[in-house]
């Protein structure tokens, strides 16, 4: 029997964030908040940095680096960075908002062929401590009825204290029909009220920014277009809901002789979003369970070992898990990123892999996943690196074909092929994606293809110095009437140099020169 308890107070918050990557930009990029604040403190060492899909190591003399204290990124030249690549940051930050208290427990029971678990967290804001905000009875109340609409979560900023030589301050005039519009000033007689402005965006706002003055922005009223806002400014701030997440799961597993493996895990997520507010709770829990059946053989008499494995994972709507769990670019596997589905998640697969000790392993899969009426898909998948004394070869390629709400086909592959001689290696490397998205083949339509190759050259032995050289070509490819044409060409080619000195220090130089160029 195994028994843990642990609380604590936590100053970190979790945001997962999407970068658009800037041709020829190393950065700096800046992070933001889970509630899209503009000015956060990274904790230290808790970022994951993924550039398309795999992990980056940090270090000035690795891929990437990282101010903590202004949440800015920037990449090393081992990556160049473009229009092309696909960032994705997972990171904690000093939430400053309110007090958290987390409360984990954990209970497990053991003998010889089972396993019987039951573990619980729970992270909650204390709503009565605010670190930064102040908020009386009437601030309160208005937040009580926002429920979890928390776009609604605003406080006007307007106060009347009079006239200062030293500050930005408005005047309250009539214009247009509207009152009470808020107009800059430095009358004594009439600028006598003062404002913050938070930035709301764009047409859901009636102000925007005119200029700078030594004492801060000034911000000008715009008469709204046929009711519709036209500014991206207001003068009200933003308030953080103080907050509470719940997980609670149980499960078995079971050994069935030498070879099988099966396990039954549940699982209840709870997310209230306004501590202040009783309203939209029914949303609050969500469920979910995993079933697993694993059959392992014994080994060849060559050595190869055979595992197969099954699994089928269900989740209710409501469903939220603490951190995400599935692999960063899931739902760009899958085709669906960035559309918002919503609804009971159904994934499932069967996965057969061999594994050698010396040679390497493969590994194919056969999977679905479905999320309520609005997508359902089939997809096989394969990966594997395998190697021998000259030839080795890194891959991972998939086919994709959805229905329902989004129908498309997509294609893709990534593999490394090296051929390693007595003084130098010889690699190439391609990434290719074929993406048909609803049959619409046009001007408007949603496909994309592209070819990225790469040829290179670099020293078998790499003990103290490495050199390599390279040839990086990508097509991209756009929809038209009659098929995909080719849309632009980015070429790249470069080196690095790297020397080991004897007492351990590292020198490095890449040079590289990319030229972009349109087609159509």
Known sequence: MFFQTSAGLSKGKFQRQIISGIEN??????????ENEPFIVVLSGTEKVYLDGRLLVRGQEFDYTIDYNSAELVFTPKNLITKDVRIVVEFQYSDQSYARALLQQSVKYSTKSTVLYWNGYQEQDL??????????????????????????????????????????????????????????????????????FT???VFNGDYVLEKTTAFGPVYR??????????????????????KRRRMINAGIAQEIGKNWKI?????????????????????????????????????????????????????????????????VEFDRDWNIRGLGLTGQQRFGFIEQTFEHSALGS?????????????????RIYSEGALKNKRLSAVWDASALRSTLAKK?????????????????????????????QDTLVGKNALSYGFFDYQLYLENADSSQNKIRI??????????????????????????????????????????????LMPTD
């Open 263 to 327: 396990s039954q895990e549940f699982t209840a997520s709870e997310t209230a979003l306004n501590l202040f507010s009783k309203k939209d709770n029914l949303n609050d829990w969500g469920y979910g369970s995993l079933t697993r059946v694993v059959h392992e053989r014994l080994p060849t008499k060559k050595g190869w070992k055979q595992r197969t494995q099954a699994e089928f994972e269900l989740l209710s709507t409501w469903f939220n898990p603490i951190e995400p769990y599935r692999k």
């Open 362 to 378: 493969a590994q194919f899969k056969v999977q679905s996943f479905g999320i309520g009426k609005q997508f359902e898909g089939q």
């Open 408 to 436: 498309s086909t997509y294609i893709r592959h990534r593999c490394d092929l090296v051929y390693t001689g007595k003084f130098m290696k010889i690699g190439f490397k391609d990434d290719q994606e074929y993406n048909l």
């Open 25 to 34: 930009n190393q950065g700096p990029y800046r992070l933001r908040g889970a």
């Open 127 to 196: 709503k009565n401590q605010p670190l930064q905000l102040s908020l009386n009875a009437q601030n309160k109340a208005v937040l009580s009825n926002v429920g979890d609409s928390l776009q609604l979560a605003v406080l006007p900023t307007l106060d009347s204290v009079g006239f200062f030589t030293n500050q930005n301050l408005y005047a309250l005039r009539d214009s247009l029909g509207y009152d009470s519009i808020l107009v800059f000033s430095v009358a004594q007689d009439s600028a006598l009220f003062r404002a913050t």
């Open 221 to 242: 009223w715009v008469e709204p277009l046929n009711g519709i806002p036209q500014g991206e400014y207001a003068p009200v701030q933003r308030i953080i809901t103080p």
């Open 470 to 515: 390279f040839l990086r070509d990508r097509l991209d490819y756009k929809p038209t009437n009659s098929g995909f044409q080719q849309a632009a060409r980015g070429t790249s080619v470069g080196g690095t140099y790297q020397y080991k000195t004897a007492k351990g220090n590292t020198f490095q130089s890449t040079l590289a020169y990319r030229s």
């Open 199 to 201: 930035k709301v965006g």
